[in-house]
């Protein structure tokens, strides 16, 4: 598809308040290998240092908003392709960001031979994060006419030329609001520059357990349960 220049004209400084999920696994694989706290920090200190130098622009900012733009992974994503900067991908409501993790769990299970047969049990952590910055939504008109090529499941051909042209206006477009491929009606945002993002409830956050089988994924916590059904493989 092809938009005009005049439909970037909605975009506009927001503000919002985002969830995203990530596993709870760091400090547990670590505590797990070492004899006292010093034996922990030191191999923390060590994986730190292997891994990619961090963007200037991210330094200094929390570890659970800065890492996605430390990789550039050879996988492409919704709005990024392979081999471009980082992207940090969140959702108005912890119910949208579990039905994107149940998808992509699922898939990796699968993928796996040595897990089809099995279970999988992960812990995760949901944590809130604030956007504020320039932002183009999708959901919204002209752009909403054409949702079903935002949110293919499959084919991100138009995000990415999208997301492309956004990054490269000056000032670049900080982030793009979109609705998720896996839960209907349920608000995404990509964002693009980590200095959008900030933490100001940084004890708000929820620990979450994730069971992926052939099946299906239940993502739960305390008296709630989230149950996707998946396609038979």
């Known amino acids: 598809m092809q938009w005009h220049a005049e439909w970037l004209a909605s975009i506009g400084t927001q503000h919002r308040d985002l969830w995203r999920a990530v596993e709870a696994q760091h400090r547990v694989a670590t505590m797990r290998l070492a004899d006292s706290l010093d034996e922990q920090h030191l191999l923390e200190q060590l994986l730190e240092d292997s891994k990619p130098t961090l963007p200037v622009e991210a330094e200094g900012a929390p570890y659970l908003l800065s890492t996605p733009f430390r990789y550039v992974s050879q996988w492409s994503s919704r709005f990024r392709r392979p081999g471009e900067g980082g992207a940090w991908y969140g959702a108005d ?4 960001v579990a039905a994107e993790i149940a998808h992509w769990r699922w898939k990796f299970f699968m993928d796996s031979e040595g897990l089809k047969d099995t279970q999988l049990v992960v812990e995760l952590t949901f944590f809130q994060a604030h956007f504020c910055g320039l932002e183009l ?36 477009t900080g982030a793009i609001r979109y609705e998720s491929a896996r839960r209907e009606y349920g608000a995404c945002q990509v964002v693009f520059d980590v200095q959008t ?12 357990v994730c069971k992926t089988t052939a099946e299906r994924v239940l ?15």
């Not at 084919?155 to 990054?167: D, G, I, K």
């Open 93 to 96: 409501e912890p119910e949208t």
């Open 137 to 172: 939504d999708l959901t919204e008109p002209p752009w909403n006419a054409h949702r079903a090529n935002w949110r293919d499941p499959e084919n991100y051909a138009h995000c990415h030329a999208l997301a492309t042209h956004a990054r490269s206006l000056i000032p670049p």
């Open 197 to 208: 993002l900030s933490m100001p409830n940084a004890c708000l956050q929820q620990t979450w």
């Open 219 to 233: 993502i739960s916590r305390d008296d709630t349960v989230l149950q996707f059904d998946m396609p038979e493989a």
